[in-house]
């Protein structure tokens, strides 16, 4: 019974995500990476450098798609600087997985939460100004976590 469980969760999930607004997919490909950085840490220091290999490219992955959704041409200066940090939190998981580095890891962690609660903080105002079509424009589309 519990991987039919598990199962249902997963529909759940993907439908969740299929019929997500772009905003949304935007705050759960942070969640993905979040998730995948804590999750990197754990298996480093439990010395499970498969796992750790694992849960670092699948933050990669998601930095990745953050980084490809970006309308840098919408967003101007602004968007080409968050880029930039994208670029810059995708090597720095590069070395982390090379060197087996947790702190490396926490340190992208801690950017992607702060980028998260950013992020959320504009979408709550936006929605309450009900202008959610402008943070639309900003976030771009083709969000592909599907991996």
């Known amino acids: 019974?519990?991987?039919?469980?598990?199962?249902?969760r997963?529909?759940?999930?993907?439908q969740e995500i299929l019929t997500a607004p772009k905003e949304k997919l935007l705050l759960i490909t942070y969640r993905?990476?979040?998730?995948?950085c804590q999750r990197a840490v754990e298996a480093i220091e439990k010395k499970d450098h498969?796992?750790?290999?694992?849960?670092?490219?699948?933050?990669?992955q998601a930095i990745r798609e953050l980084r490809f959704a970006l309308r840098t041409e919408e967003g101007g200066e602004w968007a080409?600087?968050?880029?930039?940090l994208y670029d810059f939190m995708y090597a720095h998981l590069v070395e982390a997985?090379?060197?087996k580095n947790s702190q490396k890891?926490?340190?992208?962690q801690r950017l992607l939460q702060e980028l998260l609660s950013a992020w959320e903080e504009v979408f709550h105002k936006l929605?309450?100004?009900?202008?959610v079509s402008v943070a639309r424009e900003l976030v771009g589309g083709g969000l592909n976590i599907s991996g």
């Not at 019974?1 to 249902?8: Q, V």
């Not at 498969?50 to 990669?60: G, L, M, P, R, V």
């Not at 080409?80 to 930039?84: F, S, T």
């Not at 929605?127 to 202008?131: A, C, G, I, R, S």
């Open 1 to 8: 019974m519990a991987g039919n469980d598990k199962d249902i």
């Open 10 to 14: 997963n529909m759940y999930l993907m």
């Open 32 to 36: 993905i990476a979040i998730g995948a």
């Open 50 to 60: 498969e796992e750790a290999n694992h849960e670092i490219k699948t933050a990669q």
């Open 80 to 84: 080409e600087q968050l880029g930039r």
């Open 97 to 99: 997985n090379v060197e």
């Open 105 to 108: 890891v926490q340190e992208i």
């Open 127 to 131: 929605e309450q100004e009900n202008k």
